[in-house]
């Protein structure tokens, strides 16, 4: 079973930075690609980022460009997404999801939506203050 976990969401003034872990396990991480999604109250969901774990290349959607930075630990089963210059418009809840694609265009598409996601996980809340 594909399971994924998210933590590390809290409150945050702007201009301060988080970094959120998403936890997986149930499926060989070199076969799959792991995304970040976010989804603010009355929004849709929109894609953040995507890691491929076969060929360790990142891709960004323009929600956070420039604010984000994706990066993985195999060892400890987990991919972060690290955020900076947090602004009140990126309170959200922030998802972490999981398909399986061993392409290098598979994350462009999940992340522009696409391609839906085929595992998701629990969220977690970030809170930005003004």
């Known amino acids: 079973d594909v399971q994924l976990q998210a933590s590390g969401g809290g409150l945050v003034q702007t201009g301060g930075s988080l970094r959120l872990s998403c936890t997986y396990s149930g499926f060989p991480w070199d076969e799959y690609v792991i995304v970040w999604f976010r989804q603010a109250p009355g929004k849709e969901r929109e894609g953040i980022s995507c890691i491929s774990g076969r060929h360790g290349t990142s891709y960004y959607g323009d929600s956070m460009k420039g604010r984000t930075t994706i990066s993985s630990d195999n060892a400890k089963s987990t991919v972060y997404l690290q955020m900076n210059g947090l602004k009140p418009e990126d309170t959200a809840i922030y998802y972490c999801?999981?398909?399986?694609?061993?392409?290098?265009?598979?994350?462009?598409?999940?992340?522009?939506?696409?391609?839906?996601?085929?595992?998701w996980g629990q969220g977690t809340l970030v809170t930005v203050s003004s």
């Open positions: 999801g999981a398909s399986m694609s061993i392409s290098k265009e598979t994350c462009r598409f999940l992340v522009s939506g696409t391609t839906q996601v085929r595992s």
